[in-house]
């Protein structure tokens, strides 16, 4: 992975965060705090893993494998292009967990 990319996957997450935090969701970047590849790219409060992509293309099917394959918890990935809102991609099972707890 390049510099830019690095640098634009960084932007993405503090802007993801910013956006949760402005919505009542306390967040940070997580990649800082615990460097490892199975940290959520955001931590935050809510009882998911964050896989943030911050992109033009996205491969979502791909997008969400690698963010089940980092956690346990129901994988979310946050996805923004420029120009455009955030969008949430997750699997209709973990969904439907979500919104009957």
Not at 26 to 52: N, T, Y
Request: net charge positive.
């Amino acid at each position: 992975m390049g510099k830019m990319s690095k640098n634009k996957g960084k932007r993405g997450e503090l802007e993801l965060a910013k956006f949760l935090i402005a919505h009542g969701h306390p967040a940070r970047r997580g990649q800082q705090f615990k460097g490892g590849a199975d940290s959520p790219d955001v931590i935050s409060e809510l009882p998911i893993h964050i896989e943030c992509k911050r992109t033009e293309t996205l491969s979502a099917y791909k997008a969400l494998e690698q963010a089940q394959a980092d956690s346990v918890l129901p994988a979310v990935v946050f996805h923004r292009r420029n120009h455009k809102p955030w969008i949430v991609i997750l699997d209709a099972q973990a969904f439907l967990e979500l919104i009957n707890e």
